[in-house]
């Protein structure tokens, strides 16, 4: 009999169904445990939480491990919202721009991991539990690879300009800005004050046409609301970040 469910789970793994786990007031979704990508990349872990309970839940997640070659960093996510590298717990609660599960209602829940340099493998451990309940939870082991850099990839066919928005955000003391140039020319990457001052250029020069990111070091700012701008060509976006130290 318990070879008969071993068999059917490890079909279902092969096959690349999402795995269910069950705590006591309620389950997971997983998208896999051991994931791959080129140096430069990102890897998402995403977990989909839902409450099976009959009252109000607020969910802890907590980083246990994080052992990363140099040049990498991991952040945990809720939903849109990601955290700082250095924050190993979070909970679904005021404080982290979050609220309790409802009866019922469901909450995405990632790990980002971005690798700089130096390829290699990343390890996790991170557990997700019940704040009222700390017995009732589930854990995974979870692995990032990352392999030399694929260089096509940078240089990629774009159809458009874009910018994306910085990640993670907020962020402390750096986050990765990434765009893309449908034709290759000069490119400036600014960061400006709410009060509009230009106060660093992080990149200024020429790229070639695809895909490419650009990494802001905040060591010298203090906390608060910034803007990043690109002009390239007679594409010009700004966006938001938001830096909390």
């Known amino acids: 009999m318990l070879l008969n469910i071993f068999k059917t789970l490890l079909m279902f793994f092969v096959a690349g169904i999402f795995f269910t786990v069950h705590a006591q007031n309620f389950n997971v979704t997983n998208d896999g445990l051991d994931k791959n990508n080129t140096l430069g990349s990102e890897v998402i872990f995403n977990f989909v939480v839902t409450n099976t309970s009959n009252k109000e839940l607020t969910l802890f997640v907590n980083r246990k491990k994080n052992i990363l070659p140099d040049g990498w960093f991991s952040s945990l996510c809720f939903d849109e919202t990601c955290f700082a590298s250095f924050i190993d717990s979070v909970a679904t609660s005021k404080e982290y721009n979050?609220?309790?599960?409802?009866?019922?209602?469901?909450?995405?829940?990632?790990?980002?991991?971005?690798?700089?340099?130096?390829?290699?493998?990343?390890?996790?451990?991170?557990?997700?539990?019940?704040a009222a309940n700390i017995s009732d939870t589930i854990g995974y082991n979870l692995t990032a690879t990352a392999s030399v850099t694929d260089v096509d990839n940078e240089n990629e066919k774009v159809e458009d300009y874009y910018l994306s928005q910085n990640f993670p955000n907020p962020f402390n003391p750096s986050t990765i800005i990434n765009f893309g140039i449908e034709h290759p020319g000069l490119v400036e990457i600014a960061i400006y004050n709410i009060l509009g001052?230009?106060?660093?250029?992080?990149?200024?020069?020429?790229?070639t046409a695809?895909?490419?990111?650009v990494r802001?070091?905040?060591?010298?700012?203090?906390?608060?609301?910034?803007?990043?701008?690109?002009?390239?060509g007679d594409f010009v976006q700004t966006k938001k970040m938001i830096l909390e130290k």
Do not use: M
């Open 197 to 207: 001052n230009k106060i660093a250029a992080i990149f200024k020069g020429y790229k």
């Open 216 to 232: 802001f070091e905040s060591s010298n700012l203090s906390s608060g609301v910034y803007f990043y701008k690109i002009v390239a």
């Open 98 to 130: 979050s609220s309790p599960l409802l009866a019922g209602e469901q909450r995405d829940v990632s790990l980002h991991v971005l690798s700089f340099q130096n390829y290699g493998v990343g390890r996790f451990h991170i557990v997700i539990g019940d």
């Open 210 to 213: 695809g895909n490419h990111s």
